[in-house]
């Protein structure tokens, strides 16, 4: 009886998905955002681990020959700052690392302000440093690599504001963890994911690329714009060039929000913001909890012509993944409707 009524309840998911009465339906919906030019990329819906729809919208690259499946691999953007600060959590949890400790203990080559800001600063970007001046790298063709963003630090006087303070979000913050993680740890940030989270974790598809514009292509969807015209920047910090598929950034976060990964004190650490207010992130994004349980954990990214968000919606067993490579500002709304449509014939 119960296997009786759980495929008539996976039934009625699937006509709610498929052919909903009330509502435009999701497959609807989606083609009617594609066929105006407004998506093209991958989508993924779970509901309670069973896979409810998974669907590739339009092309590889610019050059419009060859149509995206679901094997392609996607810029994941801002989405990429989760995995150093869990990394950071698991290292804590193996008592390698006090998240009080200030990072001039693990990076003695900055600057004496690298005494005052604590590992924590830099994961809930409370830190003081500035944001990094990409326009000026690309205005000027640089490539730009570790070094540069290293020296670049290392060449800083004066922090923006008194660590522990205030906010800003920079990507000075997550690259500084990494170099911790990698001095700590004695390998490569990569070997690191690898070992602790890609393999153990069924994130075998997720890399890390060496360069901008790729050297190796295979299954990565190449971002362009609405002229079709392909990004054309150079770009080699590899902490920002982080690429997954649909699937891997759902095992991500539903692994993450189960405590698989890491412990629920640690997940709820990384939940918390350094300051309350509009556009303030967590190191984990946006993550609610109501009664010690979280309740939804949302992520976007962008980067350049890539756009994409992952939404685990947990008291519902509901979890959402867009990846784009045009980026058309869009990606929430999309999101947002989604869930709409499910939660209408729940």
């Known amino acids: 009886m119960t296997k009786i009524m759980t495929k008539i309840v996976l039934l009625n998911l699937f006509i709610t998905l498929f052919g909903c009465q009330n509502n435009e339906n999701i497959d609807t919906y989606l083609n009617?955002?594609?066929?105006?030019?407004?998506?093209?990329?991958?989508?993924?819906?779970?509901?309670?681990?069973?896979?409810?729809?998974?669907?590739?919208?339009?092309?590889?690259?610019?050059?419009?020959?060859?149509?995206?499946?679901?094997?392609?691999?996607?810029?994941?953007?801002?989405?990429?700052?989760?995995?150093?600060?869990?990394?950071?959590?698991?290292?804590?949890?193996?008592?390698?690392?006090?998240?009080?400790?200030?990072?001039?203990k693990y990076i003695p080559e900055?600057?004496?302000?690298?005494?005052?800001?604590?590992?924590?600063?830099?994961?809930?970007?409370?830190?003081?440093?500035?944001?990094?001046?990409?326009?000026?790298?690309?205005?000027?063709?640089?490539?730009?690599?570790?070094?540069?963003?290293?020296?670049?630090?290392?060449?800083?006087?004066?922090?923006?504001?008194?660590?522990?303070?205030?906010?800003?979000?920079?990507?000075?913050?997550?690259?500084l963890l990494i170099k911790i993680i990698e001095n700590i740890t004695k390998t490569t940030f990569n070997n690191y994911l690898k070992e602790n989270i890609f393999i153990p974790y069924g994130m075998e598809s997720t890399i890390i690329k060496e360069q901008y514009p790729y050297e190796d292509k295979t299954l990565m969807a190449i971002p362009f714009n609405t002229d079709f015209k392909e990004d054309d920047y150079k770009l080699s910090v590899k902490s920002l060039l982080f690429s997954?598929?649909?699937?891997?950034?759902?095992?991500?976060?539903?692994?993450?929000?189960?405590?698989?990964?890491?412990?629920?004190?640690?997940?709820?650490?990384?939940?918390?913001?350094?300051?309350?207010?509009?556009?303030?992130?967590?190191?984990?994004?946006?993550?609610?909890?109501?009664?010690?349980?979280?309740?939804?954990?949302?992520?976007?990214?962008?980067t350049a012509s890539y756009e994409c968000i992952a939404r685990r919606f947990k008291k519902d067993g509901i979890t959402l993944v867009i990846l784009t490579n045009q980026n058309q500002g869009n990606v929430y709304e999309i999101s947002e409707q989604i869930y709409d449509i499910i939660k209408s014939d729940i």
């Open 32 to 104: 009617r955002l594609h066929g105006k030019g407004e998506l093209n990329g991958n989508v993924l819906i779970i509901k309670d681990g069973i896979t409810l729809y998974e669907k590739s919208f339009g092309f590889t690259d610019g050059s419009k020959n060859t149509m995206l499946t679901k094997d392609y691999r996607f810029n994941i953007g801002s989405i990429y700052k989760e995995f150093p600060a869990v990394s950071i959590m698991q290292l804590q949890e193996k008592n390698q690392i006090n998240l009080e400790d200030k990072i001039s």
């Open 110 to 175: 900055l600057p004496n302000w690298s005494e005052k800001i604590s590992v924590q600063n830099l994961m809930q970007y409370s830190s003081g440093l500035p944001t990094i001046g990409w326009d000026i790298y690309f205005s000027q063709g640089i490539n730009v690599n570790d070094n540069h963003i290293m020296e670049e630090l290392k060449s800083l006087k004066n922090l923006e504001f008194e660590p522990g303070s205030d906010y800003l979000y920079s990507n000075s913050n997550p690259i």
């Open 244 to 302: 997954s598929t649909a699937n891997n950034m759902a095992n991500w976060f539903e692994q993450l929000d189960d405590f698989k990964i890491i412990n629920e004190k640690s997940v709820k650490k990384l939940s918390d913001q350094a300051k309350k207010g509009d556009d303030i992130q967590s190191p984990l994004g946006n993550t609610e909890w109501k009664n010690d349980k979280i309740i939804e954990h949302s992520h976007h990214g962008s």
